[in-house]
């Protein structure tokens, strides 16, 4: 069990962070840089002092502005990764890994490295020092130095974003074998969404020194609470619009100059709500098709720029007659994604002309 | 006649106007810094017994390696702490300490020697306490020391506080969340990592109270055995023997040739004030 909840002031920026973890999960960080992610790491690990609250690991209470409790790190027993790893050069993998274990016999140092090298994959290299060791093979050997000493938390400071995709995949997959080991709560800090989607079982939006929206990754991503997380979690299409109709059926909510059909849901008629939209959820449809009674909320219209990664697609479309944004500096409507091979079969590079379906169940409102 | 291949480039196709001037520059300044290096030492030979082997030589070799080894193992005591102290802390006035440090490094050694005789000396500001518990400072050793840690340590604190600066702060907080104490993690994480700007400091320092004179010889004096250090004694042999003057001058030579090259090969980036 982890247990935060703290303010900070530092500057103009205020970190209020609250968020709690039960055992053996992943609880995922996640935001945008200067988020205030860093700094709740540092308040965790003792670095820096919170103004006021709380921060419990287990049993233990680390910190407590009311019963003047503050540890410092030494008597924290959390384990750290950070990015830049901060290994100590001058001492070997084995020395780096055995560092917090100065207490304990000669032998028994050696056996936990010994496991603990194993388990980070990492035989053989013992006596390397980290300036003989690849980026990955590093990335290892600080995790297994933030273990030797068996923490009761470990915090993750974007660890792998300095790694390239292969390796940083591999990673990952490692770390999710690690956890069912080792049933401690790991914090996990990121800025990558896959990476959070990937090892999150609880996923924690943060901006501006505040937690958003702390729920599973896939409820968040169905349903950010608010502006913030939507833009976070990369909802490209959040149009503003007004709710204009309510039944048992649905909610009809106008959007420029458009009426779309929503699920049933608290919205009154009146409210000004803001039309979230995933980009990778907008369905292409060939123009005569449109009409049929099964797609919901379809629009004409045309594909007006586009861009590429190389995997996905990002299509721009223009609705033709009437126009969802109320923006008239956009000359767009909608983004929309799809896969590269999904826009060579639809032969997208010269069929520009096409109606997209907004179906109900991709369409999530927030309050304006 | 001669031949070359279409696009191969003599050396004198190389040359423009800057570079003349740089060369030109170049070959000046290491002229003027070379010619009196090899003249004394091409004075010092052929050996003379008379320069290497009298007393007053010995004397004042044995008093300077004394007196700058244990200046330069002051200088680390008391300069190891506070540079570590400027390295990791911010307080109000550092800038006021960090200028005092560096004060005399530029101060004439004369005027650091006067000042050391006001207040020090018989009629300085401590004279009459010191004088009360039986304390003589000047015309002592011990005054050839403190002249010389106070015109050399700040060359230790400097690089010491440099070599700090430079061990990643990440590194002992890392230490500290894994259990390991402050003290034990200056020992086994700062020092280590900061070792070859502390002994390139001190090395700097151990040279430079070495060659020490002019607050030597104001606040010390000049007597032989007990304050007549090397460049005290080469000054004097100029007018008394000065083949002595010249082993003198030869010997500090390569040391100092022999410090510099020491200093570059424990950190690669050479000796850095910074």
Sequence with gaps: MFEIAIRKRLGGFTLNVELTAPENQIIVLFGPSGAGKSMTLAAIAGFVSPDAGRI???????????????LPPQRRRIGLVKQDLALFPHL??????????????AEAQQERAQLLLRRVNLDGLALRYPAQLSGGQQQRVALARALAPKPELLLLDEPFSALDAPTRMQLRNELLNLQRQIRIPIMFVTHDLGEAYFLADRLAVIDQGKILQVDTPGEILRHPCCLGVARAIGVKNILSGEVVGRD?????????????????????IGAQVNVCLRPERVMLLRPERADRSSNENTLQGEIIHEMSDGMMATLFFRAAEARLSADATRDYDLQIELPVYIYERLDLAH???WAVSLRKNAIHLIGG | MFKRKPGARTWFHHLSVGRLVFLGAVSVLLFFLVLPLVAVVWRAFPFRSEGWLNASTFDALRLSLFTATISAGI????????????AREKFGGKAIVDTLIDLPMVLPPAVAGLALLMAFGRRGLLGPTLSAIGIELPFTTAAVVMAQTFVAAPFYVRAAKAGFISVDLGLEQMSALLGVSNLRTFVRVTLPLAAPALFGGALMTWARALGEFGATIMFAGNSQGRTQTMPLAIYLGLESNLDSALALSVILVVVSFGILAAVRLVSPKGFTLG
């Design chain 1, 351 to 353: 069929q520009r002309r």
């Design chain 1, 92 to 105: 070997t993998v084995e020395q780096n890994i055995t560092y917090g274990l100065f207490r304990e016999p």
């Design chain 1, 56 to 70: 419990v690991v287990g049993t233990q209470v680390l910190f407590d502005s009311d019963r003047q409790i503050d």
């Design chain 1, 248 to 268: 048992q059926a649905g909610c009809r909510v106008r959007v420029g100059e458009v009426i779309l059909d929503v699920l049933p849901g608290e919205f009154d």
């Design chain 2, 75 to 86: 200088a680390i005591v008391i300069g190891t702490p506070v540079a570590y102290f400027l």
